[in-house]
């Protein structure tokens, strides 16, 4: 029986030549990754052990992102235990304000993360590198602190659903739209423990901006890890940024699906998940009475250059509408630096948004752009749980920065054909 | 032996609920105890009891990795968490820090809120005490075990990674 590229990557970090679905196993890590919100729990966590030196400084990743610039003295606090303790265990991959992003859009922009590794993060959308062909899963802070101590995880070898995707993506349609589609079909425990592999005609043609997205919100279907194996695409964006060797793994013809699903999008319009789960998903042509207040476009989901340019293609030379709040967040400073130079800044600016530094923010109610009682928000983020950007009576739809965009020229949920 | 009264929550409880993130900037147990289910039950914190349980339905804890979340449950002093079905990292995490929890489709659908529940964890056997009913619980791998009997990751860490 063959394997399939998630258990061959597990196999590889666990002294495998043979793996499947349910096996238990303590696999190497290659990448393990830590928040502004989670690294300090893992911090005090390891320092319970009285181990004196991390296992391998050089696999931890410390990004505080979440609520920075801190927004509090205790977020501050935080910030000041990860900037202490990457000093103390002389880990490189510490990044401060100036020089930190969104950590899911910042570790495969800068080659952190590259194909082949075994990557854990203390952050539910770590989820998100599988698009570049990485076995890549979301844990807890206590996980993290075992693998600052022992370069390990505790993982169950998952179950693959294999999702194949057929026919041509209309314009306006993007890989957000994708993976809310499957959300929509399969529900947002469609995937629990499960691996979900992304294949098929439309996911070659896709961008790995747009692969990124979709296995950004592999979570939201309760999946272990989203991935996609690696070809031509993932060749032109790693190449030039790995900062160590890759390995492209893929399924063999005859490993073992629990199921698959196979998808015509030919037809699919750009789609909207409404309010409190990431499964209430419509086409964006049936929501065109929903009034909006805010719009966010940024976050790891989709505050990549490509979401940016998208953006301010609808909005050039236009203002937004006078009800709403326009908030830009680009997921890096090299995206903010490139926004910068394209002319999109100019074009949010003019269009009376905020152009933010990069951040969580609002994604998680932290920040940037907090909700009141009954505020509705259209946002490009990737969960819509009641209160999750605010008051816990505020609402949030979800869509990709297309429709965002164009929904903030009208105030309303908008399919982007409809701005000229 | 686990015995405490039931508080009964539906499907897809999720960790914004259990722990909304604007008190994500702090790492103390109590005060994360102290607004623990704030955004499903506000009044949870001043009506539970310690030894009390949370039985809910599918995909309890889904959303995000934050420890956080089973962490203001256990500092609570909640018992255990009963539910049809577990997200994934809320899961593991449960495991790793300690707070019992156990998988029971049929006891999380039939017991209801305010019925006294027993847990007998040596014979996977949740007893409704209230109704009389007995039901079985998805028993746990045996490196889980290996974990949960260690008293968590830390501890099992401890023992297995860092006495040599």
Same mark, same amino acid.
């Given at each position: ?57 050089d696999s931890i990743v410390l990004v505080p ?38 950590? &899911? ?38 996980? !993290? ?32 739209? @994708?993976?809310?589609?499957? *959300? ?19 996911i070659t043609d896709l961008s790995m901006d ?17 991935? *996609?194996?690696?070809?031509d695409c993932t060749e032109n964006y790693v ?81 937004? &509408?006078?009800?709403?709040? !326009? ?36 994604? @998680? ?5 907090? @909700? ?5 928000? @259209? ?35 908008? &399919?982007?054909?409809? *701005?000229? | ?6 508080? /009964?929550?539906?499907?897809? =409880? ?40 949370? =039985? ?49 489709? /049929? ?58």
């Amino acid at each position: 029986m063959g394997m399939t590229i998630t258990e061959k990557i597990i196999a590889a970090h666990s002294g495998h030549q043979e793996i499947s679905a349910g096996q238990f196993v303590y696999a190497d890590v290659d990448i393990c990754l830590g928040n502004d919100i989670t690294a300090p729990i893992a911090i005090e966590q390891f320092e319970t052990l009285g181990v004196e030196k991390v296992f391998n400084p050089d696999s931890i990743v410390l990004v505080p992102d979440h609520f920075t610039p801190n927004k509090d003295i205790k977020s501050a606090q935080n910030s000041k235990l990860l900037r202490e303790f990457a000093l103390k265990h002389q880990i490189k991959n510490y990044f401060e304000v100036g020089r930190v992003g969104i950590e &899911h859009v910042l570790l495969p922009e800068q080659g952190i993360v590259v194909p082949g590794d075994l990557v854990i993060g203390a952050d539910s959308h770590t989820c998100t590198y599988g698009a570049m062909g990485i076995f890549s899963t979301g844990v807890g802070s206590t996980d !993290l602190a075992a693998c600052y101590a022992t370069g390990k995880v505790w993982l169950k070898v998952p179950e693959t659903i294999k999702f194949i995707f057929n026919g041509k993506l209309n314009e306006w349609v993007s890989g957000k739209d @994708l993976i809310l589609h499957v *959300i929509g079909d399969i529900g947002v425990d469609g995937a629990r423990y499960k691996a979900m592999e992304f294949s098929g005609s439309v996911i070659t043609d896709l961008s790995m901006d747009d692969r990124l997205a979709m296995c950004n919100m592999a979570i939201e279907a309760g999946a272990k890890n989203g991935i *996609i194996e690696p070809d031509d695409c993932t060749e032109n964006y790693v190449n030039g940024r790995a900062q160590r060797e890759y390995k492209f793994y893929s399924s063999d013809a005859d490993c073992e699906y629990h199921e698959i699903h196979e998808y015509d999008v030919s037809a699919l319009s750009p789609q909207v998940a409404l309010p409190n789960l990431p499964e209430n998903v419509r086409p964006v042509e049936e929501l065109s009475d929903i009034t909006i207040d805010q719009v966010v476009i940024g976050s790891c989901t989709n505050g990549r250059i490509s979401d940016l340019r998208i953006a301010a293609q609808i909005l050039k030379d236009k203002k937004i &509408h006078p009800s709403i709040r !326009l908030i830009v967040i680009p997921g890096t400073q090299d995206v903010y630096l490139e926004a910068l130079k394209e002319g999109l800044i100019e074009v949010f600016i003019k269009a009376e948004g905020v152009v933010s530094t990069p951040t969580c923010g609002p994604c @998680l109610g932290g920040h940037m752009g907090i @909700l009141a009682e009954g505020e509705r928000a @259209l946002s490009t983020t990737n969960r819509n749980f009641a209160g999750r950007m605010g008051h816990p009576r505020s609402e949030v739809y979800l869509s990709n920065p297309a429709v965002a965009a164009a929904s903030a020229v009208t105030g309303k949920i908008t &399919h982007p054909e409809k *701005i000229n | 032996m686990i015995n405490g009264k039931s508080w /009964k929550y539906g499907d897809n =409880v999720n960790t914004d609920e259990i722990i909304p993130a604007r008190y994500l900037n702090t790492t103390n147990e109590k005060e994360l105890a102290a607004h623990c289910m704030e955004d499903i039950d506000p009044e949870f914190v001043n009506k539970a009891v310690e030894g009390d349980i949370i =039985v809910a339905g599918d995909n309890f804890g889904c959303g995000s990795s934050r420890e956080h979340a089973p962490i203001s449950i256990k500092a609570l002093g909640i018992s255990c968490v009963i539910a049809k079905s577990f997200a994934r990292i809320f899961f593991r995490n449960a495991i790793n820090i300690g707070l019992p929890i156990f998988e029971s489709e /049929k006891a999380g659908i039939e017991i209801s809120d305010g019925d006294s529940v027993k847990v007998d964890i040596n014979s996977n056997i949740i007893t409704n005490l209230t109704t009389n009913k007995e039901y079985s619980f998805t028993p746990f791998a045996d490196e889980m075990k290996d974990i949960i009997k260690a008293g968590g990751l830390m501890e099992y860490i401890k023992v297995n990674y860092c006495s040599s």
